[in-house]
């Protein structure tokens, strides 16, 4: 039977207030590594080159790849983007922390983020984040000493603003969080990108395809024909990853041109993917727990380019994201953090299979559809699914076989991990009108 390893909690303690940036280093004589951590909001793995995508979407991460390690089954914790970025930022399940877009309740206080222990640890913080769901509000902003949500749609605006912040540095190691909504619906790339990969559409869609356009295609309001629109829809999704991909460019030759890129680690990671019709749904996400919507990119460039070129198929998940950062900036991993690092597996010629638990945004009263998964296995609550055999889950029934084991394991790990700790308790806050619109734009609220 495959050993499933919940979580890594360490036994030593939590980390915390006496460290400072001169108290610990990675190894003897070694300056203690930046750190980059990208988020891409709503970005399918599967429309990247260094995942197999043929369109030629992503040039410079493509090239950041030779220098990385790339996951190839990383699996987010929630399809939405609070309660995703909140698990990536506390290495907390989504049932734990309870910082919900649904419920309008905030990451709480008592959470203990990344950002917060690099903090403690002497680094400066910043993030450039995208607002909506995560404007300050809701409280991802902990242990960041600025927390900017830039006006640009394009990622490379966010990155302007980011090396902004760098350039004013004291020579202190960095943490810089970048997110964008570039690739998010609406798809409105600029004409130049548009036409990289739209070849010949002379359908009835237009160039921008709006949030509007999208719930009519849904409700059947307007003709779609699948063949014939689907691949002009998706040649605007493609274009917008190009133009967030040209923002990486410019990022990466900064630090190169600045001698920053060999001891910076980087992270590139997405908070959830997108649905094009696998289940039903175009150009959407948050309403299901498929791996349309699940799996997400992950490619984690290491100082020094340590294990470059290194690709792992096991799956791992975006609550491993802060215990990784921890360990390599060379400090000990808190015993709250549910994740495991990543960095320390890399290397192992068989790693463990880690069970990943996802949930749908719903307020912290009310129960939450659950999936939880298995590198050949998968349960979204009472619906199992063989991955090995129907990796699209497209058609599920009732376990025999395999499959009767499969369920009783996947049943107990959601049970141990949703009581390995109690609940955080939610705030419930209120949106400025600023954000309320933001989320509109974004197609939250209508």
């Given at each position: 039977?495959v050993?499933?390893?919940?979580?890594?909690?360490?036994?030593?303690?939590?980390?915390?207030?006496?460290?400072?940036?001169?108290?610990?280093?990675?190894?003897?004589?070694?300056?203690?590594?930046?750190?980059?951590?990208i988020?891409?909001?709503?970005?399918?793995?599967?429309?990247?080159?260094?995942?197999?995508?043929?369109?030629?979407?992503?040039?410079?991460?493509?090239?950041?790849?030779?220098?990385?390690?790339?996951?190839?089954?990383?699996?987010?914790?929630?399809p939405?983007?609070?309660?995703?970025?909140?698990?990536?930022?506390?290495?907390?399940?989504?049932?734990?922390?309870?910082?919900?877009?649904?419920?309008?309740?905030?990451?709480?206080?008592?959470?203990?983020t990344?950002?917060?222990?690099?903090?403690?640890a002497?680094?400066?913080?910043?993030?450039?984040?995208?607002?909506?769901?995560?404007?300050?509000?809701?409280?991802?902003?902990?242990?960041?000493?600025?927390?900017?949500?830039?006006?640009?749609?394009?990622?490379?605006?966010?990155v302007?603003?980011?090396?902004?912040?760098?350039?004013?540095?004291?020579?202190?190691?960095?943490?810089?969080?970048?997110?964008?909504?570039?690739?998010?619906?609406?798809?409105?790339?600029?004409?130049?990108?548009?036409?990289?990969?739209?070849?010949?559409?002379?359908?009835?869609?237009?160039?921008?395809?709006?949030?509007?356009?999208?719930?009519?295609?849904?409700?059947?309001?307007?003709?779609?024909?699948?063949?014939?629109?689907l691949?002009?829809?998706?040649?605007?999704?493609?274009?917008?990853?190009r133009?967030?991909?040209?923002?990486?460019?410019?990022?990466?030759?900064?630090?190169?041109?600045?001698?920053?890129?060999?001891?910076?680690?980087?992270?590139?990671?997405?908070d959830?993917?997108?649905?094009?019709g696998?289940?039903?749904?175009?150009?959407?996400?948050?309403?299901?727990?498929?791996?349309?919507?699940?799996?997400?990119?992950?490619?984690?460039?290491?100082?020094?380019?340590?294990?470059?070129?290194?690709?792992?198929?096991?799956?791992?998940?975006?609550?491993?994201?802060p215990?990784?950062?921890?360990s390599?900036?060379?400090?000990?991993?808190?015993?709250?953090f549910?994740?495991?690092?990543?960095?320390?597996?890399?290397?192992?010629?068989?790693v463990?299979e880690?069970?990943?638990?996802?949930?749908?945004?719903?307020?912290?009263?009310?129960r939450?559809s659950?999936?939880?998964?298995?590198?050949?296995?998968?349960?979204?609550?009472t619906?199992?699914?063989?991955?090995?055999?129907?990796?699209?889950?497209?058609?599920?029934?009732?376990?025999?076989?395999?499959?009767?084991?499969?369920?009783?394991?996947?049943?107990?790990?959601?049970?141990?991990?949703?009581?390995?700790?109690?609940?955080?308790?939610?705030?419930?806050?209120?949106?400025?009108?600023?954000?309320?619109?933001?989320?509109?734009?974004?197609?939250?609220?209508?």
């Amino acid at each position: 039977m495959v050993r499933l390893l919940l979580a890594s909690i360490s036994t030593a303690g939590v980390l915390l207030a006496a460290c400072s940036a001169k108290d610990v280093d990675p190894q003897e004589g070694e300056l203690r590594p930046n750190v980059i951590l990208i988020s891409i909001d709503t970005l399918r793995p599967d429309h990247l080159g260094c995942y197999g995508y043929q369109p030629d979407t992503s040039p410079a991460l493509d090239a950041l790849c030779e220098d990385s390690v790339v996951f190839e089954e990383a699996i987010a914790q929630a399809p939405s983007t609070l309660h995703s970025h909140a698990s990536m930022f506390t290495s907390l399940l989504p049932h734990h922390h309870l910082a919900t877009w649904s419920g309008k309740t905030r990451l709480s206080e008592e959470a203990l983020t990344v950002a917060e222990v690099l903090q403690e640890a002497g680094y400066r913080t910043a993030a450039f984040a995208g607002g909506g769901q995560m404007d300050r509000v809701f409280g991802l902003d902990q242990g960041f000493e600025l927390y900017n949500q830039p006006s640009s749609e394009h990622f490379a605006g966010t990155v302007s603003a980011g090396l902004k912040w760098l350039e004013s540095g004291n020579g202190r190691p960095f943490f810089l969080f970048l997110h964008s909504y570039e690739v998010h619906h609406p798809y409105t790339p600029r004409q130049e990108y548009l036409e990289l990969f739209d070849e010949g559409y002379d359908g009835p869609l237009p160039d921008e395809i709006s949030i509007e356009l999208l719930r009519q295609i849904n409700r059947g309001e307007i003709e779609f024909d699948a063949a014939r629109d689907l691949p002009h829809i998706l040649s605007a999704y493609d274009a917008e990853i190009r133009s967030a991909d040209d923002g990486l460019a410019i990022l990466i030759r900064y630090l190169k041109d600045n001698d920053l890129y060999e001891n910076t680690l980087i992270l590139f990671t997405s908070d959830h993917g997108e649905e094009f019709g696998e289940h039903g749904i175009v150009g959407w996400h948050s309403h299901t727990l498929y791996d349309e919507l699940l799996r997400v990119p992950l490619v984690i460039k290491l100082p020094g380019s340590k294990h470059a070129g290194r690709r792992v198929p096991a799956q791992v998940r975006g609550i491993d994201i802060p215990p990784t950062v921890v360990s390599t900036a060379g400090l000990e991993i808190p015993s709250v953090f549910s994740g495991v690092d990543l960095s320390a597996r890399i290397g192992e010629e068989s790693v463990e299979e880690r069970v990943a638990i996802s949930r749908l945004d719903r307020p912290p009263d009310q129960r939450g559809s659950t999936a939880v998964r298995l590198e050949n296995w998968k349960l979204i609550d009472t619906d199992l699914f063989d991955l090995s055999r129907d990796p699209d889950e497209q058609w599920f029934g009732s376990a025999t076989g395999d499959g009767i084991e499969a369920a009783s394991r996947l049943n107990e790990a959601l049970q141990q991990a949703l009581e390995s700790r109690e609940p955080l308790v939610p705030e419930v806050v209120a949106p400025a009108d600023s954000t309320l619109d933001e989320l509109r734009a974004l197609g939250y609220i209508q």
